[in-house]
Every structure is written in structure tokens, then in C-alpha cells.
């Protein structure tokens, strides 16, 4: 009987533990993105910086020890 017992406890703590551990880390990565996802962007400085600059491509290249091709993409401010 003690056997049965003891394994009826680690099946239990082996299905609980798990449960328990993945509730906490769930609740923790939330609270973590809200509060870092708080960050508003309303200020006029950033605005502009943001509409200040072009895309520009690169011609395609191709990649070594393949048969594709890649464009470089890049952002340019304006002065």
C-alpha cells in the first residue's frame, strides 16, 4: 500500500507542479508586457523624426551556396 501511495503522490505532484509553475510564469510575462507596453509615443519631436527618411534598395545579390537572390533594404534620414 505505501507503494501505491507514493506513486499516486508523484503522479499528483507531477501534474500539479508543472500546472502551478506555468500559471506563475504566464502571470509574470503578462504583468511584464503591460507594463513595458505603457510607452506612448505622443511627443512632436519623435513624430518628425519618424517621417524623416526614404527607403532606398540595393540591386539583388545572390547568396552564397544558393540559387536565390536577397535585396538590401536601406533607411536613409533626411538631414
Excluded: C, H
Excluded at 12 to 24: E, Q, R, Y
Excluded at 55 to 69: F, H
Amino acid at each position: 500500500m505505501n507503494n501505491k501511495f507514493i506513486r499516486v503522490l508523484v503522479i499528483i505532484n507531477g501534474i500539479l507542479i508543472p500546472v502551478f509553475i506555468i500559471i506563475i510564469v504566464t502571470s509574470i510575462v503578462i504583468r511584464e508586457f503591460k507594463s513595458s507596453n505603457g510607452i506612448v509615443w505622443d511627443d512632436e519631436k519623435y513624430m518628425e523624426q519618424v517621417n524623416e527618411f526614404e527607403v532606398r534598395y540595393n540591386s539583388p545579390q545572390k547568396v552564397p551556396n544558393a540559387e536565390n537572390y536577397y535585396v538590401a533594404i536601406r533607411k536613409i534620414y533626411a538631414d
